[in-house]
């Protein structure tokens, strides 16, 4: 059972969290949101269920609350960098879950999305999260080109 009171539904999911009771903490995050849909830092509270779910692979969870994050749910934008950033893991974390399942559409579809969400950080001006995402950004590409020039032509 969790506690009416939302300082004491977000101070419980800190604490869950930082003892690796991941799922709980997600419980008690996602019932904070709930009370408090309009919290200034909200930002802050998915970034942590984001986490959570990244923590417990699951991925599209993780995608769907690192998605609700904006620059201005935040307190600066090395926390939106690194909102980001997380977001592209866990895009790239789910198309290795197509790799593995041999969907290469999705697996091609969910690498672009991880590259699209690392060049966006580029709008932070954060100049070592710039090059952090430039780096994974740069091997998501080189394995797209790989796998391109595996796979076989269909030319004559």
Do not use: H, W
Request: with cysteine; glycine share 4%.
């Amino acid at each position: 059972n969790l506690p009416a009171d939302t300082d004491s539904l977000r101070t419980i999911g800190l604490i869950q969290y930082e003892l690796g009771k991941y799922a709980d903490a997600v419980k008690s995050y996602d019932e904070f949101i709930k009370q408090e849909p309009n919290f200034p830092r909200k930002g802050q509270i998915l970034y942590k269920i984001g986490q959570a779910c990244m923590n417990l692979a699951n991925y599209d969870l993780a995608i769907d609350r690192l998605s609700q994050i904006t620059q201005e749910s935040l307190d600066n934008t090395l926390q939106y960098a690194d909102a980001l950033i997380l977001l592209g893991q866990a895009y790239q974390n789910k198309a290795n879950e197509f790799m593995q399942s041999g969907d290469e559409g999705l697996y091609t579809r969910f690498l672009e999305r991880a590259q699209r969400t690392y060049n966006r950080v580029s709008i932070t001006n954060e100049p070592q999260k710039i090059r952090e995402a430039i780096t994974m950004s740069a091997a998501i590409d080189s394995i797209i080109r790989n796998r391109a020039e595996l796979t076989p032509s269909n030319a004559p």
